[in-house]
């Protein structure tokens, strides 16, 4: 269902040549309206892609006709002529599907950085994409956006009173805050403006895709589009519709981490009892990023010390001494030192919880992140050889 | 020669059974005078080891007799027990070498995080190590802080007029900034008061030791010291004794990096044309802990698109047009894109130079890596279990 799931919208995944294996890499995602409004989040990396860079223009007219997204190649690094590139992207587009212009047409792109997209196989693809548009498209474009992904990822919740939120996402690697190498692209029929997507958009990915982070590595190209066609002719009410945008958001997070490269287990970290939400997220990511950790937890040995030296490196309030630990439930770590007999924790299954109690106040944050195993570095060490 | 190059110092390593293997594990380092003075750096880890704790209030008082080192534990996490089995390690090392306060006894300890060391074993090994001690006993005592090192780290520098630096070095996992998990404890017979050598430390470490940076991971236990015997009636002139100390930290830092988990390429990260040198340890810092590039260098791949991903987090001063990145001396990224070409870049050997140009001013900083490799996961996903 994905994008297309919510009524108003056409979507497309085809083959341009863009990947030398020749699978899908091109996908198109159309609102066919009566509403054309839309929201965007994007990367917090300085160094932007091309794409990233035009869309961000685009959304600041709380306008979306269109998206292009092509994976084989991220457009990132390549200057003035990446650029160019894009925009002829969105013209192209702008063109074939008629009545439309480039300036509400939004350009995603992800793969390698530092090499310029083959254009000469990119735009016939946007052509042949608008061809192949239909309302049962969004499964299609789904896989048309993956590239190290092994599943492609949608969702979709189903509002009270008739309307619907649904979405697609990719992502695999460079997953980490602000936001993922991902691309992300959400539908609703819902009749709402442009401010009330944005809101709704922000406070979701806050808590969800902002709070995943795979391996510490900041994409160049992340971004998340909610794009609103009206076609339920609803309002909904605004808290219930926020909600769904976040049940989307968080599902298509988990499956963006249950998906990263190499990864063989999927840990969630519960960071409780901070003096506020800022340093729970603090300590959150930086046990996300311990590699030590992310070793450990692979070989299924519950290395509470290493929770403990990443807690340590941060600047949220705590005392090292009333730190507590518990994984999966066991509390082998309390007063900061030796709690529960390690040999109690259970490791054996593919969810693994980390529970790290800095007793020092009431806020909490959850962030979710995945093993570090051989399979990762021989991914990402042949990558692009 | 290590620790006991320098005269005034007599060492010994020794095999207590800390370690289940039956290696060499506890290193006792004696200051026979006729000065006892000492200077100490230590891990800026807010949670801090017990012989951490300790040591840093020995140091307050800038006079050191010896320092009893041990592997096979790291006594952090452990609570109020543990500092009492170090209080209790300095304390049977005074009774045995006669004539000492505990309170001028350094500890310190590496290996496993959140378990007690074996007392029982301990300290019978702190009168075995002061039977054995003898001024060629540096090499065993380098020996015996041995962890995941493959082999002992040491190094030594003559100063003109008769006096002499050298020392030791353990570390391999968990290497970051401020500090790496690393004992380091470096003697001289040099004659200077505790605020000169206190002076060449910090200043020596701050621009080697503190800017090798192998897995992110900062450790709990991290303890650099120097200690001065004066036996050789010598006051060397201020810099040429901070040069000397500085070469022997980098000389150990490189050993470090070298030697340092499942590393098969040491990569120096050399940041230049930046505004301040904040800015240029800030980036180098960033590119070191980038998971992706670090496979990517292990895979032999010129992958500059991570290291401007890398560039792109961070806070420092450059516009991403400007940036240019050279791998082993070919600018493969000039004006944040694409230079020359990639396939000229030979990175067959085990070194690899990356050089980020910043173009933003004139400082400069160089952070010493290491490559992300199946082995490393390998070793740090079995380590405890």
């Known amino acids: ?33 009566p509403r054309l409004a839309a929201a965007g989040v994007f990367t917090s990396n300085r160094v932007k892609a091309a794409p990233v860079l035009w869309s961000q223009q685009v959304l600041t007219g709380g306008q979306v006709s269109a998206v292009v997204l092509n994976s084989g190649g991220a457009n990132a690094c390549t200057g003035p002529q990446g650029f160019k590139d894009t925009h002829a992207t969105a013209e192209r587009a702008a063109e074939v599907l008629g009545g439309h212009s480039a300036a509400e047409i939004a350009v ?46 949608t969702a979709v919740v189903q509002g009270s009173g008739g309307w619907t939120v649904g979405g697609m996402a990719k992502g695999a690697g460079m997953l980490a805050p602000g936001l993922a190498t991902m691309l992300v692209v959400l539908t609703t029929d819902a009749d709402l403006e442009p401010a009330a997507l944005d809101q709704a958009l922000r406070a979701a990915t806050r808590t969800t895709l902002d709070r995943i982070d795979s391996d510490g590595c900041m994409s160049t ?73 992310k070793c450990a937890i692979h070989g299924e040995d519950p290395n509470w010390g290493r929770v403990l030296a990443a807690i340590g490196t941060t600047s949220a309030a705590f005392e090292p001494d009333r730190l507590n630990v518990a994984i999966n439930g066991v509390w082998v770590c309390r007063q ?50």
Request: charged residues 25%.
């Open 1 to 33: 269902m994905s994008v297309t799931a919510a009524r108003g919208f056409e979507a497309a995944g085809i083959a341009a040549g863009i990947k030398e294996s020749g699978g899908l890499d091109l996908a198109l995602v159309v609102n066919t309206g």
């Open 221 to 293: 190209n992340d971004t998340v589009l909610l794009l609103a066609s009206g076609a339920s002719g609803r309002t909904p009410d605004a808290g219930e519709f926020a909600e769904a945008v976040r049940t989307v958001c968080d599902e298509l997070g988990r499956q963006l981490i249950r998906d990263a490269e190499g990864a063989s287990k999927d840990i969630r970290i519960d960071v409780v009892g901070a003096a506020s939400e800022e340093d729970a997220v603090q300590v959150g990511r930086s046990i996300a990023r311990n590699n030590l950790l």
């Open 108 to 153: 995603a792109s992800t793969g390698l950085i530092g090499v310029r997209l083959p254009m000469d196989k990119l735009l016939p693809g946007v052509a042949q994409a608008a061809a192949e548009l239909s309302a049962h498209g969004g499964d299609r474009a789904a896989l048309a956006i993956m590239t190290t992904d092994t599943v492609p990822k």
């Open 336 to 385: 900061g030192s030796v709690g529960e007999d390690r040999a109690l924790v259970d490791m054996r299954y593919r969810e693994v919880v980390i529970t790290a109690d800095l007793a020092a106040g009431p806020a909490a944050a959850t962030i979710r992140t995945n093993d570090l195993t051989a399979d990762y570095v021989h991914e990402n060490s042949a990558y692009s050889s």
